[in-house]
């Protein structure tokens, strides 16, 4: 199984703030959506309440230390845990947020990181990548359109 982290960072690593993301750029949530669709995504129980409800199309994991039922997903008391679900699986998607991400950075084979090529004011950071141990495998730079507002490039990264 390949473990995958999913994530749009500034490019001061911001990743949100008061539990919301920071920009909204429509081709990233579409970049997402394609990666995402048809596969288990596993997020934290922030990232999920930011949300609102389970990702359409997808097995939606949360990983939480409370003792709570969420309709429409399933609810593991860890990384560990949620991986375990998934051992049959070809590759499931972390999503989110700062801490799962944080958690998941050393069990994780592939990133698909969009950058977003400007720095916000943020209070949730995703936790430097080490470039020596990732290399890059594509690279697809856009320029700002009337959609979305800030370049951004979509870069997928795998474990050396």
Same mark, same amino acid.
């Given at each position: ?6 994530? $749009?960072? $500034? ?14 750029? @429509?081709?990233?949530?579409? %970049? #997402? ?22 990702? @359409? ?29 998934? $051992?049959?699986?070809?590759?499931? #998607? ?22 977003? %090529?400007?720095? #916000? ?5 995703? @936790? ?15 320029? @700002? ?8 490039? #979509? ?6």
């Amino acid at each position: 199984m390949i473990v995958s982290i999913v994530v $749009a960072i $500034a490019e001061n690593y911001a990743i949100g703030k008061n539990n919301q993301l920071l920009w909204h750029m @429509p081709a990233d949530l579409k %970049h #997402f959506k394609n990666i995402t669709t048809g596969h288990t995504v596993i997020m934290g129980r922030k990232t999920y309440d930011s949300v609102g409800k389970p990702l @359409p199309n997808r097995r939606n994991i949360i990983v939480t230390r409370q003792d709570i039922k969420i309709e429409g997903c399933e609810v593991v008391k860890s990384i560990e845990d949620a991986l375990a679900l998934c $051992a049959n699986e070809d590759e499931v #998607f972390i999503v989110g947020g700062a801490e799962i991400y944080k958690l998941a950075m050393s069990k994780t084979d592939r990133i698909y990181l969009t950058i977003i %090529h400007h720095s #916000f004011d943020a209070d949730t950071l995703f @936790p430097e990548i080490d470039y020596m141990e990732w290399k890059e495998t594509e690279r697809e730079d856009h320029q @700002p359109d009337e959609r979305n507002k800030f370049p951004y490039s #979509f870069i997928t990264l795998e474990r050396k």
